[in-house]
């Protein structure tokens, strides 16, 4: 059973930093595209950052250039660092591994990101 284990969320004030991390329990993390998506309240949930296997990444517009996407596959996990924080990017935030030609996609549990104003 693959399991996707999200932490770091919390309270900040605008303009301040969290780093969200997700711990995979996967066989072989290197192979998988992760991700992170968050859903606001009465909003569907929406891309954020994405970076594949081999280290590219993608940025919602509206993250680019305050929140950074990495991975360590030594260690199973995915991060987020936000930085710059807006009350927009309030939200839960989840974690995703995928992998199209297993045909596999997983997803975390979610954690709560609230940024005061």
């Known amino acids: 059973q693959v399991q996707l284990v999200e932490s770091g969320g919390g309270l900040v004030q605008a303009g301040g930093s969290l780093r969200l991390s997700c711990a995979a329990s996967v066989r072989i993390f290197s192979i998988y595209t992760m991700g992170w998506y968050r859903q606001a309240p009465g909003k569907q949930r929406e891309l954020v950052a994405t970076?594949?296997?081999?280290?590219?990444?993608n940025y919602a517009d509206s993250v680019k250039g305050r929140f950074t996407i990495s991975r360590d596959n030594t260690k199973n996990t995915a991060y987020l660092q936000m930085n710059s924080l807006k009350p927009d990017d309030t939200a839960v935030y989840y974690c995703?591994?995928?992998?199209?030609?297993?045909?596999?996609?997983?997803w975390g549990q979610g954690t709560q990101v609230t940024v005061s104003s």
């Open positions: 995703n591994a995928v992998n199209f030609r297993l045909g596999n996609e997983f």
């Open positions: 970076i594949t296997s081999g280290g590219n990444t």
